[in-house]
């Protein structure tokens, strides 16, 4: 069963290798460098870094950004290469929404290549819906999950 837990000090060396993955690379090419990533999420109020686990194995990483209103969260999600395959996309998400930082929130969007067959069949799993299934400009389906009514839990 998949847990999420905060983002601490020393989890960036399993998350830098995880960005030695040339799929990873590719997807989040906007974290890297790494290191200033991490320093700047830390700094950030309106953004939730959690670090997935498997008992102790660590499995993934979930970016929650909430929106200045606090109705709306956009989400991103790593699976560690190793991990791929065994439905911890799937789990990872599961999880954020039983988690409390969700609480409150209207919706979950994100954004997805329009070739990352694997995250939106995960997303797609646990109820997000494309808002377009034609690519945005960037390559990218959006996906919207509502959660309640804003302001509810």
């Given at each position: 069963?998949v847990?999420?837990?905060?983002?601490?000090?020393?989890?960036?060396?399993?998350?830098?290798?995880?960005?030695?993955?040339?799929?990873?690379?590719?997807?989040?090419e906007?974290?890297?460098?790494?290191?200033?990533?991490?320093?700047?999420?830390?700094?950030?109020?309106?953004?939730?870094?959690?670090?997935?686990?498997?008992?102790?194995?660590?499995?993934?990483?979930?970016?929650?950004?909430?929106?200045?209103?606090?109705?709306?969260?956009?989400?991103?999600?790593?699976?560690?290469?190793?991990?791929?395959?065994?439905?911890?996309?799937?789990?990872?998400?599961?999880?954020?929404?039983?988690?409390?930082?969700?609480?409150g929130?209207?919706?979950?969007?994100?954004?997805?290549?329009?070739?990352?067959?694997?995250?939106?069949?995960?997303?797609?799993e646990?109820?997000?819906?494309?808002?377009?299934?034609?690519?945005?400009?960037?390559?990218?389906?959006n996906?919207?999950?509502?959660?309640?009514e804003?302001?509810k839990?």
């Amino acid at each position: 069963m998949v847990t999420l837990r905060d983002l601490r000090e020393g989890d960036d060396a399993v998350i830098g290798e995880w960005f030695n993955d040339k799929e990873t690379a590719k997807r989040l090419e906007a974290y890297v460098p790494l290191r200033k990533w991490l320093k700047y999420m830390k700094a950030v109020r309106n953004r939730h870094m959690f670090i997935a686990c498997d008992g102790d194995r660590y499995v993934g990483m979930v970016d929650l950004e909430l929106e200045d209103n606090h109705t709306t969260g956009y989400i991103a999600i790593v699976v560690g290469p190793e991990m791929r395959g065994n439905g911890y996309g799937t789990q990872m998400v599961r999880a954020l929404l039983d988690h409390s930082s969700v609480k409150g929130l209207a919706s979950l969007q994100a954004g997805v290549e329009h070739d990352n067959a694997a995250c939106l069949a995960s997303l797609r799993e646990v109820g997000f819906k494309a808002v377009d299934e034609t690519p945005d400009k960037d390559g990218f389906i959006n996906l919207s999950l509502p959660i309640s009514e804003p302001g509810k839990a």
